[in-house]
């Protein structure tokens, strides 16, 4: 059987990933390596070359390239305009792994050895069926996922799909999962769907919409569009974070390591992500919108511009939904955190050394915590706290579903929500429209949903300063009041319905 030829565009981790697959399966041969950092061509990876650009239709006429990147669409773009891609063209490794039996994948998944998982070895590649056109309806499209009932990933813009329906406006959602096939659900009356970024240029080539409102925009989006004929389609664009800001905003996601020894390729990739925001950003099709000031602020200054078209809307928080009876002087004992441990920006491990502190201090023994979060930093962030056993330090392992935090909220005073980098807080807004005292850092955006009349403000990344917050309140029951009642009304001025909802409504049905 003659294989076929593969040169693998990118010598980072992702292409020694597509070596380890090409390895396993007996009907390709991996040929070179090629990537745009001339220090590296001539040189080896992996016992394979490392050739320019330029050099592949010569070396290699017949082969196929596999784009092994993150920036997928760009190096494309440049391959083909550039009229450097061999005669093959360009193979995408989801479908490779596609057409393989059930048999195939069986044995790929046993032979492969790999550090790092981008490539879903279980693909299946299914066909996305056309719809015809049924009036004027909206596509939402999030990266990394809708909700289902098994996540609860991008819920936030969830809750604005159901007012959107709740309006009259009919929208059905899109998850982009890097690698996933192709499935439909529903999830509490809307229509969803899911995939990979090849299954959402197939969905948006077979079915109009009237606009396309994203969450989390990334290149992937925006190549399925142009790729699906469709970037005559308005768009509206929510900017959350870390989309639109530079790697050392979050630099304690990283280790000491990957800040010192990594800083190129950090830096690196934050140039490839300002130069694809400043092109989308010049886009007269497309409308963003920032959730804070702060976050609108720090954009501009990573990006050097703002969009043409923008604006500030802050996170629609349910105020209905969450109006609970006002709290009273005894709630302030009974202390709630309900967070992700998901990275380290959630910051648990203050809450867990504050409530050691305190643990120290003569309050501790009237004061309850129930803790509740998932994700893979659990087990470091609550150790100590798992092992000392304290018996009024409640420690849940799992998510909460709204219904869920809303009775939490009932039954607690204060609410537990330290933060290094955010967008807003959503969970911390729903706190207080319940009525809630909160407690956060002085991180990010913070001051801008809150201030000492209607939460409670500690120093960056101090639990210290964390514990005399709680043990503040517990001494003082009239603040505490004080505070739970002015963040009900303040979160309802600045998140509710009119302020959020209504102004997105607007600019949805805006021509």
């Not at 080896?44 to 320019?52: C, D, P, V, W, Y």
């Not at 970024?197 to 925009?217: C, I």
């Not at 399925?224 to 005559?232: E, I, S, W, Y």
Request: proline share 3%.
């Amino acid at each position: 059987m003659d294989r076929k030829k593969v040169i693998i565009f990118g010598t980072a981790k992702r292409g020694s990933e597509v070596l380890a697959i090409l390895s396993q399966l007996p009907q390709y041969e991996a040929a070179a390596f090629s990537c745009n950092d001339e220090a590296l061509w001539g040189m080896e990876k992996e016992g394979l070359g490392i050739i320019a650009p330029a050099d592949m239709r010569r070396l290699h006429p017949g082969a196929a390239v596999v784009i092994a990147s993150a920036s997928y669409m760009e190096i494309e773009t440049q391959l083909t305009d550039g009229q450097l891609l061999p005669d093959a063209g360009c193979l995408r490794m989801e479908r490779l792994i596609g057409e393989l039996s059930d048999e195939e994948k069986a044995a790929l998944r046993a032979g492969v050895q790999r550090e790092t998982c981008f490539y879903n070895l279980d693909y299946k590649e299914v066909r996305v069926p056309p719809e015809p056109d049924t009036g004027e309806r909206y596509l939402v499209i999030c990266t990394g996922g809708y909700p289902s009932a098994a996540s609860h990933r991008c819920m936030f813009a969830h809750e604005r799909v159901l007012q959107y329906q709740r309006a009259g406006l009919k929208v059905e959602a899109f998850g982009l999962i890097e690698g996933a096939s192709f499935e439909e659900y529903e999830y509490q009356g809307v229509r969803v769907f899911q995939g990979g970024v090849l299954e959402l240029e197939e969905f948006l080539g077979g079915r109009n919409y009237r606009k396309y409102l994203v969450h989390f925009v990334c290149p992937d989006i925006l190549y399925a569009v142009g790729r699906a004929g469709k970037t005559d389609v308005p768009m509206i664009v929510w900017c959350h974070g870390y989309e639109v800001l530079p790697w050392y905003r979050c630099w304690f996601n990283y280790t000491k390591d990957e800040r010192e020894n990594g800083a190129a390729a950090l830096y690196k990739r934050d140039d490839e992500k300002r130069r694809f925001l400043r092109d989308i950003f010049e886009r007269n099709q497309i409308h963003f919108i920032f959730v804070s000031a702060w976050e609108m602020d720090r954009s501009k200054k990573f990006v050097g511009t703002l969009p043409k078209n923008c604006c500030i809307i802050h996170n629609f928080i349910d105020h209905e939904f969450f109006a609970l009876p006002e709290k009273k002087a005894e709630d302030r004992s009974r202390i709630l955190s309900v967070k992700s441990h998901g990275t380290r920006m959630y910051a648990n491990d203050l809450t867990a050394k504050a409530i050691l502190e305190l643990s120290k201090r003569e309050c501790f023994a009237d004061l309850t915590f129930e803790l509740y979060g998932d994700g893979v930093l659990f087990e470091e962030n609550f150790k100590e706290l798992l092992e000392r056993g304290f018996s009024n330090v409640h420690i849940y392992k799992r998510y909460l579903n709204h219904e869920e935090m809303r009775e939490l909220f009932r039954e607690n005073g204060m609410f537990l929500s330290p933060t290094r980098m955010d967008s807003h807080q959503v969970s911390i807004s729903e706190a207080m429209s319940a009525g809630m005292a909160v407690i956060t850092s002085n991180a990010g955006p913070m001051r801008e949903f809150l201030d000492e009349d209607c939460g409670s403000i500690f120093e960056f990344d101090n639990p210290w300063m964390m514990a005399e917050e709680i043990e503040y309140l517990y001494d003082h029951p009239e603040v505490f009041v004080q505070k739970a009642r002015s963040a009900r009304k303040r979160i309802l001025e600045q998140c509710g319905e009119e302020e959020t909802i209504g102004r997105e409504i607007h600019l949805i049905l805006k021509e």
